[in-house]
């Protein structure tokens, strides 16, 4: 019911863009958020949007991270700029009332030139 | 920003046995924790919420309990679709943060 899509391969100091389609009842849920996960920090929240007002950004990250919905398309997109090896992880959007109830399958996105 | 460390990092159980895990906070939390079960190339499944509720159709073998800043996920009669890795998540305070996981894997 979660699909994110983007490319699988950024070069550094570029920007990863990514978005997530929502099929189904899903779409209904409050909080749309972007979580990564990599072997040198696990898993770690980047930002989520509640109802559909103001983004809220992982402070580690703010200066380089855009969250953008579009409720009446059911998608919702992540932007991560002057990107570096340390981004590279599988990155997972999730939509939930409180925790995450539905989470996509995740994308591998390698930072490398 | 609150650390969540996780016990043990693997859980070698046999099937039908149970498990438990561990979550210990950085800091005290209020009630908002919760259990995902993660399998390799699948989407993390969420378990249990506000530290004790089980989410929609979760099995009653899965639960939950603690407050403060130590949690516990039990798991009864393990079957061979629960090996998997196992995560907590507090969302008290922003950045909401995850456990490193607990591996539980067959014995």
């Known amino acids: 019911q979660l699909r994110e899509s983007g490319p699988g391969l950024v070069r550094p100091s570029e920007t990863l863009s990514l978005s997530c389609t929502v099929s189904?009842?899903?779409?209904?849920?409050?909080?749309w958020s972007w979580i990564r996960q990599s072997p040198g920090r696990g898993m770690e929240f980047i930002a989520y949007?509640?109802?559909?007002?103001?983004?809220n950004y992982n402070p580690s990250l703010k200066s380089r991270v855009t969250m953008s919905a579009d409720m009446s398309k059911n998608q919702f997109s992540l932007r991560l700029t002057s990107v570096t090896a340390a981004d590279t992880a599988v990155y997972y959007c999730?939509?939930?009332?409180?925790?995450?109830?539905?989470w996509g399958r995740g994308t591998l996105v390698t930072v490398s030139s | 920003e609150i650390v969540l460390t996780q016990s043990p990092v693997t859980l070698s159980v046999s099937p039908g046995e149970r498990a438990t895990l561990s979550c210990r906070a950085s800091?005290?939390?209020?009630?908002?924790l919760g259990w995902y079960q993660h399998k390799p190339g699948q989407a993390p499944r969420l378990l249990i919420y506000?530290?004790?509720k089980r989410a929609t159709g979760i099995p009653a073998r899965f639960s939950g309990s603690g407050s403060g800043t130590d949690f516990t996920l039990t798991i009864d009669s393990l079957e061979p679709g629960d090996f998997a890795i196992y995560y907590c998540?507090?969302?008290?305070?922003?950045?909401?943060?995850f456990g490193q996981g607990t591996r539980v894997d067959i014995k």
């Open positions: 999730a939509l939930g009332s409180w925790l995450m109830d539905f």
């Open positions: 189904g009842g899903s779409a209904r849920k409050t909080y």
């Open positions: 949007i509640y109802n559909g007002g103001s983004a």
């Open positions: 800091q005290s939390l209020r009630k908002d």
């Open positions: 506000d530290a004790s």
């Open positions: 998540q507090q969302r008290d305070y922003w950045p909401w943060t």
